[in-house]
């Protein structure tokens, strides 16, 4: 299968398919569109498209200068396995605006083999990592 065609183009994004993709997992099954239209607006966003039709979404959350979070890597189950979401992935970190960021963060349950060619470890020191949930 052809690679897919990556943009950076916020209006390319089709909301309801990537909300409908969110909504089946496991850290997205509550967003509410109006939720993620907010977090696409503030983010550093690729889209995977094939034949013009969405395949794939990713986010970093980013200040461009120092750090980036890593956030809703998903692709569509039909191109599964085809490396969409790793092309994603190396988009977003060779992306101009964040090449050379000193630290970048994500969170997975169950896809560590897509990110560690990135050079993604496990936190070295949880001890110096702090967070705040809402349980809601």
């Not at 094939?50 to 692709?75: N, P, S």
Request: glycine share 10%; charged share 25%; with cysteine.
């Amino acid at each position: 299968m052809s690679a897919p065609e990556l943009s950076d183009d916020r209006g390319l994004i089709d909301v309801p398919r990537v909300l409908g993709w969110l909504r089946a997992t496991y850290w997205g099954s509550s967003m509410q569109q109006a939720t993620l239209e907010r977090a696409i607006a503030h983010s550093l966003c690729v889209g995977a498209y094939r034949e013009g039709v969405q395949v794939g979404f990713a986010r970093a959350v980013t200040d461009r200068a120092t750090t980036a979070w890593l956030a809703d890597v998903i692709v569509a189950e039909t191109v599964r396995g085809e490396g969409v979401g790793r092309a994603m992935v190396g988009f977003l970190i060779d992306h101009p605006e964040l090449a050379g960021l000193r630290r970048w963060g994500l969170n997975t349950r169950d896809a560590h083999d897509v990110y560690k060619p990135f050079g993604f470890v496990p936190v070295e020191r949880p001890e110096d990592h702090m967070e705040r949930l809402n349980p809601a």
